[in-house]
């Protein structure tokens, strides 16, 4: 079966820095996808990874590794508005999404 | 302008009412989704259409019918509605399924209490 994992809540402190680890299991890989979602919101896009390595976009990094199948979300400088849900998707094969059931990522002051 | 917009925001019914949700997109996509997130967070496809075309119809209760009166609009229709309907239903839309890459944009969700 396809399956994303990644836990299920982090705690971190504001100016920090936090890693959000995503590992997958998928027939084939079209590329994974970081989204955002605050409490009572929709996701919003974050990142996209195909390839192996490191994709930087201010505060925030998403890392691919394919050949282990893991994905992580860097979140530097960390502020109060970063607490959120954190999802990993992945497009398998089909195009479809697989979605994870997201982290909980809660700041504290 | 919302890109993705879906009314009603919150909807509260009771057990057995056939009930609407209505989901438009101004982005010019091809491809729209209903997603249902639980209260455990999972977010589930439901269904995909693509230029108005059935693409991905998950296993879902027949009960849910979507309708696709043209490619910017997915309009999400359930009968004989159940206590565990209650959910938050999402529609999106994307440029092209087929893609790799294919960023989904989510609207802001439909809040469906059953009581």
């Known amino acids: 079966g396809q399956n994303i994992d990644q836990p299920t809540e982090m705690t971190a402190t504001e100016g920090a820095i936090v890693q959000i680890n995503c590992t997958y299991q998928t027939s084939g890989f079209n590329g994974l996808f970081w989204y955002q979602q605050h409490a009572g919101e929709a996701p919003t896009f974050l990142s996209y990874?195909?390839l192996d390595g490191l994709e930087e976009k201010g505060r925030f990094s998403s890392f691919l590794s394919r050949s282990k199948g893991y994905s992580y979300l860097l979140l530097k400088e960390l502020q109060m508005k970063d607490s959120a849900s954190y999802l990993c998707?992945?497009?398998?094969?089909?195009?479809?999404?697989?979605w994870g059931a997201g982290t909980k990522l809660i700041i504290k002051p | 302008d919302t890109a993705v917009s879906q009314t009603p925001k919150y909807l509260v019914t009771q057990m057995g009412n056939d009930k609407s949700i209505k989901c438009e997109q101004n982005l010019g996509h091809d491809t729209m989704y209903w997603y249902k997130q639980d209260s455990k967070k999972f977010l589930k496809i439901m269904f995909s259409y693509n230029n108005k075309e059935l693409i991905i119809n998950e296993t879902v209760p027949n009960r849910f019918s979507p309708k696709s009166p043209d490619k910017a609009h997915l309009n999400l229709h359930i009968n004989s509605l159940e206590l565990g309907d209650s959910a938050v239903y999402f529609c999106?839309?994307?440029?092209?399924?087929?893609?790799?890459?294919?960023?989904?944009?989510f609207g802001e969700g439909s809040w469906l209490t059953v009581v």
């Open positions: 999106a839309s994307s440029q092209d399924w087929t893609e790799s890459g294919n960023t989904i944009y």
């Open positions: 998707a992945v497009m398998d094969s089909n195009y479809q999404l697989i």
């Open positions: 990874n195909v």
